[in-house]
């Protein structure tokens, strides 16, 4: 008799390099939690060793499949999100590395908290060392996601059943920005939350998409800030108002000095020199 798995593990493979494909791949069947199918997808790639490497693997959890053409990684994403059978969806990229108790620790987390549709974690680049915090709360990260990504997308896991009862997934227009997207188009949906400890290790390297795709990233990103400022109003005057620091400086008392930065953007202003009756530093992020 057939048992579905609890998780699904989505990772599409284009052209990956073999010591980072295999670091992938090992991570993920190295997890301390192991009720999972590893889907992984070649999406049509042109290097013949891609397949080679896979193929090498021979884990019965892992499900091979082969694009006949490249569908780019939306249409990739959205493929391997319509074969999965588990009721979680384990984001990963094919050139990174998930710490071995991530998904133990994200499992338990959606378990507990059926509310929750979308659990991440931080994250440490490597091979030079940076660690990449994300907020915790709903709140907080519903709030960020105003003006850039809240989540580590492929350190994140999500609750299938909000994405298909929904009718959300990757949008191509939006790429190669589509996973910042996937999270702005949840957000009336579901609740969000960031396990605050690193599970994950982000590679970075010259090929990285947002060293070879920058343009398109500041496009996708723009036209995400329009549709989440339209639908998400409240929200995103909230978000803008989080975002500017205010500090004012004063002598004997009087403010003459105004130093406002706003998305690292600073502004500095003189005051009237008239004494206020109350002054006080604003201090919102």
Same mark, same amino acid.
């Given at each position: 008799?057939?048992? *579905?798995? *609890?998780?699904?593990?989505?990772?599409?493979?284009?052209?990956? =390099?073999?010591?980072?494909?295999?670091?992938?791949?090992? !991570?993920?069947?190295?997890?301390?939690?192991?009720?999972?199918?590893?889907?992984?997808?070649?999406?049509?790639?042109?290097?013949?060793?891609?397949?080679?490497?896979?193929?090498?693997?021979?884990?019965?959890?892992?499900?091979?499949? =082969?694009?006949?053409?490249?569908? /780019?990684?939306? #249409?990739?994403?959205?493929?391997?999100?319509?074969?999965?059978? #588990?009721?979680?969806?384990?984001?990963?990229? +094919?050139?990174?590395?998930?710490?071995?108790?991530?998904?133990?620790? $994200?499992?338990?987390?959606?378990?507990?908290?059926?509310?929750? /549709?979308?659990? %991440?974690?931080?994250?440490?680049? @490597?091979?030079?060392?940076?660690?990449?915090?994300?907020?915790?709360?709903?709140?907080?990260? *519903? &709030?960020?996601?105003?003006? /850039?990504?809240?989540?580590?997308?492929?350190?994140?896991?999500?609750?299938? =059943?909000?994405?298909?009862?929904?009718?959300? /997934?990757?949008?191509?227009?939006? !790429?190669?920005?589509?996973?910042?997207?996937?999270?702005?188009?949840?957000?009336?949906?579901?609740?969000?939350?960031?396990?605050?400890?690193?599970?994950?290790?982000?590679? &970075?390297? $010259?090929?990285?998409?947002?060293?070879? $795709?920058?343009?398109?990233?500041?496009? %996708?990103?723009?036209?995400?800030?329009? @549709?989440?400022?339209?639908?998400?109003? $409240?929200?995103?005057?909230?978000?803008?108002?989080?975002?500017?620091?205010?500090?004012?400086?004063?002598?004997? %008392?009087?403010?003459?000095?105004?130093?406002?930065? +706003?998305?690292?953007?600073?502004?500095?202003?003189?005051?009237?020199?008239?004494?206020?009756?109350?002054?006080?530093? =604003?201090?919102?992020?």
């Amino acid at each position: 008799m057939f048992k *579905k798995p *609890k998780v699904s593990v989505l990772m599409p493979v284009y052209n990956t =390099k073999e010591a980072y494909l295999r670091t992938a791949i090992e !991570s993920i069947l190295k997890q301390t939690f192991n009720d999972f199918e590893f889907l992984i997808m070649n999406d049509n790639s042109t290097d013949e060793n891609v397949e080679k490497v896979i193929r090498s693997y021979k884990d019965k959890r892992i499900v091979y499949s =082969k694009n006949t053409k490249n569908l /780019g990684i939306s #249409g990739a994403r959205n493929k391997l999100i319509d074969m999965a059978k #588990g009721d979680y969806l384990a984001v990963m990229d +094919h050139d990174d590395e998930s710490l071995p108790d991530r998904f133990e620790k $994200q499992v338990k987390f959606l378990d507990a908290h059926p509310d929750v /549709g979308v659990v %991440g974690s931080w994250a440490e680049t @490597f091979p030079v060392k940076r660690l990449i915090k994300q907020p915790e709360t709903d709140e907080k990260i *519903k &709030e960020k996601t105003m003006v /850039g990504a809240a989540l580590v997308h492929p350190a994140s896991m999500i609750r299938k =059943k909000v994405l298909t009862d929904n009718k959300i /997934g990757y949008e191509n227009v939006f !790429s190669p920005a589509e996973d910042y997207a996937l999270w702005a188009r949840l957000i009336p949906f579901t609740k969000f939350h960031n396990l605050q400890e690193v599970l994950f290790h982000y590679r &970075e390297h $010259q090929t990285n998409t947002f060293r070879v $795709q920058n343009k398109k990233i500041k496009e %996708g990103t723009a036209m995400i800030h329009a @549709f989440v400022r339209r639908e998400n109003p $409240q929200l995103w005057e909230r978000a803008q108002a989080l975002m500017t620091h205010v500090t004012r400086v004063s002598f004997l %008392g009087v403010p003459f000095l105004t130093i406002r930065t +706003h998305n690292h953007k600073t502004k500095v202003s003189l005051f009237k020199i008239i004494p206020l009756l109350s002054w006080r530093d =604003k201090n919102t992020l």
